[in-house]
């Protein structure tokens, strides 16, 4: 089973942790290692939707979940 997230929970159909799993982490930064910002994009998009479905969380609180993982270090 692909490690996506399920929704409304957001946590990962394959392995069942908050997602992005390490797993879905590292085929991600696999998929965008070329364009890190169209990365940091598409998280940023996931992370807004994750905030409306988790009850209206504050995208702060999802930004290390989310986003903060995938900048360049």
Known sequence: MP???THPTWRCQSCGI???CSTAKLR???EYRDDR???LDRLTALRDRAAIQ???AP?????DRFVTWAHPR
């Not at 995208?59 to 930004?63: E, H, I, P, Q, R």
């Open 3 to 5: 490690h996506l997230p």
């Open 18 to 20: 908050a997602w992005p």
């Open 28 to 30: 991600l930064l696999a």
């Open 37 to 39: 910002a169209a990365l």
């Open 54 to 56: 988790l009850d209206g």
């Open 59 to 63: 995208t702060a609180n999802l930004d």
